[in-house]
């Protein structure tokens, strides 16, 4: 579930489940850090597309 900024083509990847793991510092929902939640406004679309190829190695880590 993406959501997307109107100026934005690269959507968040939020899925509002907002909470920190303690254990490895990944949010629950959306598997990025509190650096990446806080800086996602202020990243460009490569920026974005570059953490969503690090959130989709991070779910497979953690998944197993």
């Known amino acids: 579930c993406m959501t997307n900024k109107q100026n934005s083509r690269v959507g968040s990847p939020c899925i509002n ?3 920190i793991n303690p254990q490895n510092k990944y949010c629950f929902g959306c598997y990025r850090t509190i650096e990446e939640i806080a800086a996602w406004s202020d ?3 490569s920026e974005k ?3 969503w190829e690090k959130l989709s190695q991070r779910k497979l880590l953690i998944s197993d």
Do not use: D, P, S
């Open 17 to 19: 489940w907002c909470q």
């Open 43 to 45: 990243l460009n679309e």
């Open 49 to 51: 597309q570059a953490v």
